[in-house]
């Protein structure tokens, strides 16, 4: 297919920082077809940790560096964009971002919208989840993340049953760990007899890392020795460093802040915990699954796509302390069933959800909006 043939699909997303759904666009970007399609990625916002990452990947990238959300000269210079470059696919994933292009594309009828959902509609406040439903039949195609997210979502199959897809979020096989995690246990502190419990993400309410303070407590009075390690930032770094102090628990959780090295800190755990209020299909988890750390984590639509209660993970009820605690103690103390089931997970991981499999369900998309043969 000649260059000036290649469909251009123009990523208009929250930042590059290197959380999930910013990692869901460059694995697709990375995998999409270079003689089918050419991609510029337009960050909102100004963290660009992964802009060499996207670069590499062949994508043109145009940040527009808001300093706030009503920048008018960043919106109006994403119209400029959207008017000078002449798109064929613009794509969101997120409420705030997506409501501005659907009225946008209404003045620009050659461009076809696509929303990723990587979130459930229930999380955001009231009037973004008002306008986002108000505006959704806007969209060209709305992309589920899971399965189990589309299940909840409850669309009106009359209304949206030829626009709406799954494509499952994947995990990189890169992100498997390769190394020893005995050297991270070291320079952590973190003695051989106790048990490292770890959990990737920012630290924010949706991740519930409160929740797993409350369990860790309920676990130190059965006199175990255990360890918390929280990779990632957040607003409630203070809140939950109070919190750990509070209930006596607070030398027993190591916050570590932004990490690079998450495939060395999950080869160093014992229990992987996500104990996360919501999710769309949460990577994180994928992941410490696919480097084989037995799970447990939230019953939630998020995780019902890779999280099979006493299969491939252990699932707890939401904002339960008592259940995690159980939960965990329960990998820890039968750690035969514990390998079986790390296993299994792992192996679910590596033949259903990759990031190329992902990619492909994305260019396929992609393709049938432009009539193109897939």
Not at 144 to 167: D, M, T, W, Y
Not at 244 to 251: I, Q
Request: contains cysteine; aromatic residues 8%.
């Amino acid at each position: 297919m000649p260059s000036k043939e290649r469909i251009h699909v123009f990523y208009f997303i929250h930042d590059l920082a290197p959380f999930g759904a910013q990692r869901v666009v460059l694995h697709t970007v990375q995998n999409l077809s270079p003689d089918k399609f050419r991609v510029t990625v337009c960050p909102f916002w100004g963290d660009e940790t992964l802009a060499p990452a996207f670069a590499a990947a062949g994508a043109r990238i145009i940040p527009l560096r808001a300093r706030r959300f009503l920048d008018v000269r960043a919106w109006l210079r994403l119209a400029r964009l959207l008017i000078s470059e002449k798109p064929d696919i613009i794509q969101t994933n997120l409420a705030e971002m997506a409501i501005p292009v659907r009225l946008l594309s209404l003045f620009l009828p050659s461009l076809h919208v696509v929303h990723s959902v990587q979130n459930p509609f229930s999380c955001y406040p009231v009037y973004w989840r008002l306008l986002d439903r108000a505006t959704l039949a806007l969209c060209d195609a709305i992309i589920f993340c899971s399965r189990s997210l589309k299940e909840a979502a409850g669309l009106n199959p009359r209304h949206f049953n030829n626009k709406s897809f799954i494509a499952q979020n994947g995990v990189s096989i890169k992100a498997a760990p390769a190394a020893d995690g005995r050297g991270l246990r070291e320079e952590l502190g973190i003695a051989e007899a106790e048990k490292m419990i770890c959990c990737v993400g920012r630290l924010v309410g949706q991740k519930g890392q409160d929740i797993l303070i409350e369990a860790a407590a309920i676990l130190a009075g059965e006199k175990r020795r255990l360890r918390y390690v929280l990779a990632g930032d957040g607003e409630t770094l203070a809140e939950l460093q109070a919190q750990a102090e509070l209930r006596g628990v607070g030398r027993d959780f190591l916050f570590l802040g932004r990490r690079s090295d998450i495939a060395r800190i999950l080869s160093a755990c014992d229990v992987y915990a996500a104990p996360s209020r919501w999710e769309g299909l949460n990577i994180a988890l994928g992941e410490a699954m696919l480097a084989g750390k037995p799970c447990v984590a939230t019953a939630i639509p998020g995780h019902a796509d890779i999280l099979k209660d006493g299969v491939t993970g252990v699932a707890v009820p939401v904002r339960d302390p008592i259940a995690l605690a159980a939960g965990i103690a329960k990998m820890l103390d039968n750690p035969q069933d514990a390998r079986k089931i790390a296993a299994a997970a792992s192996t679910l991981i590596r033949t259903d959800f990759t990031v190329e499999a992902m990619a492909k369900k994305y260019e396929k998309i992609y393709l049938y909006l432009m009539g193109r043969p897939g």
